[in-house]
């Protein structure tokens, strides 16, 4: 039987988890709730385990075959590295023995992503019929959002094989991009769930600067092995109106996790959806272009999902569904090796004026056409004195040309330029297009 399916409440290891976590006892050997029963240790990568001890108790830690030992320090902090594993479909038992013996069982050997950002990325599937059923091979840790002036060295959360019940209050967006890969891949996915609403960018940053949710909800959790991590935040920096500030922040973001966590590991982050609730009609497109600046880094890919919002008049949008699965898009095709995917929006890449009109080039921008079959929306076009009117924009090719009878010498053009646009240019993969101006651009490419 998978032990998936039995109670896990059942197991001493499970129950000791879910009891509030304090300092071990001295003489105690301790690993930390990230390294419970039921978890996915990362794949092909070197895998970081660590824990507490009485200081210089020697600790031993066994994965099947695999074996490193150490001694606890002044503090009685230990950590050891385990050498790559690979994918097997068996269940791992993991034993780390001092004074006394620590055993995690039923450990899946896979590929895992951390979630964080705020109440899009927080928000729970709810009761959704069929939804997290029969996928034993998909397991959850869902993070409580602590806050502290310290940073932490342990959470109150246990890992859970994901059914119908344990995905209810679980992130959707991080379950469905999850749930994409496992479908895709056939390899066990953990998933790790930080994230807490209504934050602005500026608590999740690492120190020098730490605002306190990043002490208390991610700190403990590095250096946890992971593949890469989604990012779904900003709507808080919109309505302090930070435009195009926040890609400072974001880059900050990016940088400090990457560096505490010791490596250079895949950043895939969510362009915000269109809203009405914002205080000016052009808040949110600075952002996005702030968003986007982000591919301009290595390893950094953003889903575009101007397209999903439906009732514009809620910040929190339906169809978390594609969102989830348009970021694993970016890491089936940058992580993974699938060169079969389209996993970008078009986006622009220069333009050139030419007469009485403006030819805009794109990259991924195969297959470009107006996913309604109507005319392209959202485009508008100013000459030198920059008052934009609405503009005629048709496809050629992999390219846009976009004129209005009001403007002779245009200057520039811009689409979708304010926080509600009915959008409808795609690619053939039918990814829409990113909001734009070009003038002065600095949004990023995906080249």
Not at 127 to 136: M, S
Not at 277 to 286: H, I, M, Q, V
Request: aromatic share 8%; proline share 6%; net charge neutral.
């Amino acid at each position: 039987m998978n032990k998936c399916i039995l109670n896990i409440f059942a197991s001493p290891v499970a129950a000791m988890l879910l009891m509030p976590f304090a300092q071990p006892a001295i003489a105690d050997v301790k690993l930390p709730a990230v390294f419970g029963s039921h978890m996915v240790l990362q794949r092909e990568l070197p895998i970081q385990i660590w824990g507490w001890s009485e200081p210089g108790e020697k600790v031993t830690v066994r994965l099947d075959d695999h074996v490193a030992s150490t001694q606890g320090d002044a503090e009685g902090n230990w950590r050891v590295t385990l050498e790559p594993m690979k994918s097997d479909g068996k269940a791992h038992v993991l034993a780390v023995t001092g004074k006394n013996q620590v055993v995690s069982e039923d450990i899946l050997i896979g590929e895992v992503w951390l979630g964080s950002g705020q109440s899009n990325m927080a928000r729970g599937i709810g009761n959704k019929a069929g939804v997290g059923a029969n996928q034993p091979e998909i397991r959850l840790f869902n993070v409580p959002p602590n806050f502290s002036k310290v940073p932490l060295r342990d959470v109150s959360a246990i890992w859970s094989c994901c059914t119908e019940q344990t995905v209810t209050n679980f992130s959707e967006v991080l379950y469905y991009f999850g749930d994409r890969l496992h479908h895709e891949l056939n390899v066990p996915i953990g998933l790790i769930n930080s994230s807490r609403g209504s934050q602005a960018i500026e608590v999740f940053l690492p120190p020098p600067t730490a605002g306190p949710l990043y002490n208390g909800a991610i700190a403990p959790l590095i250096p946890f092995t992971l593949r890469g991590m989604i990012w779904y935040q900003g709507e808080a920096n919109v309505q302090r109106r930070d435009g195009f500030s926040y890609a400072a922040k974001q880059t900050a973001l990016i940088n400090g996790w990457r560096k505490a966590w010791g490596r250079d590991f895949s950043f895939y982050l969510v362009q915000l959806a269109p809203f009405s609730g914002y205080k000016t009609n052009c808040d949110l497109a600075p952002l996005w272009e702030a968003q986007l600046t982000g591919l301009k880094m290595p390893h950094v890919g953003v889903a575009v999902i101007n397209d999903t919002a439906g009732n514009m008049k809620t910040i929190h949008p339906g169809n978390k569904d594609k969102v989830g699965q348009r970021l694993a898009g970016w890491a089936l095709a940058k992580d993974y090796g699938r060169t079969d995917i389209e996993y970008c929006s078009p986006m622009l890449k220069s333009s050139e004026v030419e007469g009485k009109k403006i030819r805009l080039f794109f990259s991924h921008a195969k297959g470009l056409r107006a996913s309604d079959g109507q005319p392209l929306t959202e485009f508008e076009i100013a000459g030198k004195d920059g008052q934009y009117v609405p503009a005629q924009a048709s496809i050629d090719g992999e390219t846009v040309v976009v004129e209005s009878p009001a403007v002779t010498s245009p200057v520039t053009v811009r689409y979708a330029w304010r926080n509600t646009p009915a959008v409808n240019l795609v690619n053939g993969a039918g990814l829409p297009a990113s909001a734009f101006h070009t003038d002065n651009w600095q949004g990023g490419t995906a080249e």
